[in-house]
T-cell receptor
Framework: NAGVTQTPKFQVLKTGQSMTLQCAQD?????MSWYRQDPGMGLRLIHY???????DQGEVPNGYNVSRSTTEDFPLRLLSAAPSQTSVYFC???????????FGSGTRLTVV | DAKTTQPPSMDCAEGRAANLPCNHS???????VYWYRQIHSQGPQYIIHGLKNNETNEMASLIITEDRKSSTLILPHATLRDTAVYYC?????????????FGKGTRLSVIA
């Protein structure tokens, strides 16, 4: 198992550009989530999904879109990048059973 | 989800037990206590979780008080590699949309 794979690992965007952060898991997990972590801060939930075709908003959803067309993939789209979206983005997945989430290694995004 | 209170930082001597406290005085009967840690800038790592009984695994022990209003994570023999931010999270764990919501955690420094 590769676990949770996030791509790219690093990205620099210009203000106003759009992009998609990729997240894939090969563990057949139902639950997937996206978090952002600003320097020196804790993780904040952006969007999450309890299964293919089902998504919901977290604490800080503005400026981001998600979709879940397959169990394996949960991409995060930045519609029009802003410097305030400079952060480290983590994707996580979990099975339906009462177990812990597995996190990816993160995507470090800088918006200039 | 119920909120948790953790000390912002703690020190522990290498080789000694690290005892990390967490208060969750408003926890509901169907909420579990989860512990995660984040080493430097890596993705968070699941450690352990429990409902009301004490739990132990290869990483740590979780002691939950009888009234469930507080818990302690115990790392029995702390090493330098255990230096991390430790998050205590309470979460309703049923087959529904209950993602993890992180607080600020405790920064544990293991000192040689």
């Amino acid at each position: 198992n590769a676990g949770v794979t996030q791509t790219p690992k690093f990205q620099v965007l210009k203000t106003g550009q759009s992009m998609t952060l990729q997240c894939a898991q090969d563990m057949n997990h139902e639950y997937m989530s996206w978090y952002r972590q600003d320097p020196g801060m804790g993780l904040r939930l952006i969007h999450y999904s309890v299964g293919a075709g089902i998504t919901d908003q977290g604490e800080v959803p503005n400026g981001y879109n998600v979709s879940r067309s397959t169990t394996e993939d949960f991409p995060l789209r930045l519609l029009s990048a802003a410097p305030s979206q400079t952060s480290v983005y983590f994707c996580a997945s979990s099975p339906v059973q009462r177990r812990g989430y597995t996190f990816g290694s993160g995507t470090r995004l800088t918006v200039v | 989800d119920a909120k948790t209170t953790q000390p912002p930082s703690m020190d522990c001597a290498e080789g000694r037990a690290a005892n990390l406290p967490c208060n969750h005085s408003t926890i509901s009967g169907n909420e579990y206590v989860y512990w995660y840690r984040q080493i430097h800038s890596q993705g968070p790592q699941y450690i352990i979780h429990g409902l009301k009984n004490n739990e132990t695994n290869e990483m740590a022990s979780l002691i939950i008080t009888e009234d469930r209003k507080s818990s302690t994570l115990i790392l029995p023999h702390a090493t330098l590699r255990d230096t991390a931010v430790y998050y205590c999270i309470v979460r309703v764990d049923v087959s529904g949309n209950t993602p993890l919501v992180f607080g600020k955690g405790t920064r544990l420094s293991v000192i040689a």
